[in-house]
């Protein structure tokens, strides 16, 4: 399987208005294969946008090299931006053009020939439920929904890459769910996505791949499963008792949890150490407290980016 | 549709909702023209003498408004950058599949429409109201100044719309420049007349160049050897408004 992107050790360094250098990034590498997804993670200031910037030759890097579609980024611009869509953290809308001339005109900003925009743009309209919406200029709409027509816009184009940058944002619950279900279509027909994000749950569902950033280097890469296995000292315990009775609360946290969660007769909890040392205490608690149900899970991709920060800090 | 063509479809719609900024661009050169040149010409009362010939005021005029309104159209299509930044979208017009030069070009490409009506409102105004007798077998070379006028002072300004991050230092330097071209310049009066340190930074001024070839091509007077070297100058006076422009747009990140 061919690369889509391509990143090699790449630096970006800037002059800050106070005359110090920042390294926003720092050697950063990864490859996506064509139809992935592939996740940036992490915090503000991590690197992930400047990163974008630089795939979609916005802003130059500093020294490596990176490609898009096998097109350098310094040498080719232009024709990588011809394999590009892509969405910026801002909201980026022709605020005062209808939504009908929004969509239009970035389609023919692509290269999109006029039918087949307007062809496009029925799809689009239908999908991204804007019919009602076509006429009115993007100034009266709400933050809401202009995220919903930045995003609409890429679905106007069949670029072979799409770069999303916190792309749902703002954006509602079943609108968001819609556009993660269309992104997942778009990479199985072949269409590879960068996404970054600071919604993990959102990286967990989509992504095949993950790269968590801090002060412009990378912290961690690979699977899901590659990353939780990073933590493997972390799990999660869930319990339900038949009936609490004492002081149950003050029991569990006798057990030292990283985390501790009790709500009616179901508590959860985040554990470092080994599952066996556990069992033990958990016994001796059923005995006087029934334990119903009894669960234990491998951590989620928000707890090993929280324990990954806290050790990078 | 090719990215030029895709670029000036954009600025047709982005300015026609904004009617205003239109009327500004026509219609306040015109009142220039008519207001200052029907008021100076009985105060003058007189010809005004260019190169040996002389000239009723609003004649002599004619060409400085045509230098006004590629100023104007100018002005505000490079203005357009800061309505870009404020909708998010100018970054994103970094990502389209574009070249720096094809936006620049159909950035401005709509607007020099504009500047060419301008141009004949005040010209028609100016002659058939105004009995200012003109070159019309040099009309094809006003235009060509226009345009070339128009499209060095939108590369000019692009750059400070670009780099600047306030709207307002935008506007006061702008508002500065519109004010110093303009009179220190051979848009109102005549220079030979005036002091040695007025005429210095007046021949310097590109607007003097331009203004210079618009009275050459209007009127048909002006020094053979003067006007080839404000042609060069106007021309690579271009040239360098554009690379700077282009090398703004590819460092503004």
Not at chain 1, 113 to 130: D, H, Q, S, W, Y
Not at chain 1, 194 to 217: F, K, N, P, W, Y
Not at chain 2, 93 to 100: A, D, E, V
């Amino acid at each position: 399987m061919t690369n889509a992107i391509e990143v090699v050790d790449v630096h970006k360094t800037y002059q800050a208005r106070k005359g110090e250098v920042v390294h926003a990034l720092n050697g950063i590498s990864f490859q996506v294969p064509q139809g992935r997804i592939y996740g940036l993670l992490g915090p503000n200031g991590a690197g992930k946008s400047t990163l974008v910037k630089i795939l979609s030759t916005i802003t130059p890097l500093s020294s490596g090299r990176a490609s898009v579609m096998g097109f350098d980024v310094t040498q080719q611009p232009l024709a990588v931006r011809e394999q590009l869509a892509v969405v910026l953290q801002q909201t980026a809308t022709e605020n005062l053009l209808t939504v009908r001339d929004n969509l239009l005109i970035y389609a023919y900003l692509h290269g999109v020939k006029p039918a087949a925009a307007r062809e496009r743009l029925k799809n689009v309209v239908e999908e991204f439920e804007i019919g009602e919406r076509l006429r009115d200029t993007v100034q009266e709409l709400s933050l809401g929904t202009k995220r919903r027509i930045q995003v609409a816009k890429i679905f106007m184009l069949d670029t072979p890459v799409i770069i999303l940058d916190e792309a749902t944002t703002g954006m509602d619950p079943l609108m968001k769910r819609r556009v993660m279900d269309r992104l997942r279509a778009e990479a199985r027909n072949g269409r590879t996505i960068l996404l970054t994000t600071q919604v993990l749950s959102e990286a967990e569902e989509l992504c095949e791949s993950i790269m968590i950033l801090d002060h412009g280097r990378e912290m961690a890469s690979g699977t899901l499963r590659e990353l939780r296995n990073l933590s493997t000292h972390m799990f999660r315990v869930s319990l339900l008792f038949g009936e609490t009775n004492g002081d149950l609360m003050g029991r569990l946290r006798a057990l030292n949890p990283v985390e501790l969660q009790v709500e009616g007769n179901s508590a959860e909890m985040v554990f470092h150490g080994e599952e066996s040392s556990l069992l033990g205490k958990l016994a001796e608690i059923s005995r006087e407290t029934p334990i119903l149900q009894f669960e234990v899970r491998g951590p989620t991709l928000e707890e090993v980016f929280i324990a990954l920060m806290k050790e990078s800090r | 549709m090719s990215g030029i063509g895709a670029v000036f479809y954009r600025d047709y719609r982005q300015r026609m909702t904004n009617i205003a900024f239109v009327f500004w661009d026509l219609f306040v050169p015109l009142a220039y023209l008519i207001l200052f040149g029907l008021g100076f010409e009985r105060m003058l009362g007189g010809a005004i003498a260019v190169g040996g010939e002389g000239f009723g005021y609003i004649a002599f005029l004619l060409p400085g408004v045509l230098g006004m309104v590629t100023f104007s159209v100018a002005m505000n299509t490079s203005w357009g950058f800061f309505m870009d930044k404020d909708s998010g979208i100018f970054y994103e017009l970094l990502t389209y599949p574009i070249t720096r030069l094809q936006l620049l070009i159909g950035k401005i490409s709509f607007n020099l429409l504009l500047a060419l009506i301008g141009s004949i409102m005040a010209i028609i105004v100016g002659v058939a109201f105004m009995n200012a007798a003109i070159r019309w077998d040099l009309l094809p070379l006003t235009a060509a100044i226009v345009v070339v006028a128009t499209a060095e002072w939108f590369f000019l300004f692009s750059v400070f719309a670009i780099k600047f991050a306030r709207m307002d230092t935008f506007n006061t330097l702008l508002s500065a420049m519109y004010i110093l071209l303009m009179f220190l310049s051979s848009m109102f009066y005549p220079l030979p007349d005036l002091p040695f340190w007025f005429r210095i930074p007046a021949y310097l001024n590109p607007m003097t160049w331009q203004v210079d070839l618009l009275r050459f091509s209007l009127l048909g007077v002006g020094s053979t050897t003067t006007l080839l070297l404000e042609g060069f100058a106007v021309i690579v006076f271009g040239l360098i408004c554009l690379s700077l422009a282009v090398r703004a747009l590819n460092r503004a990140d």
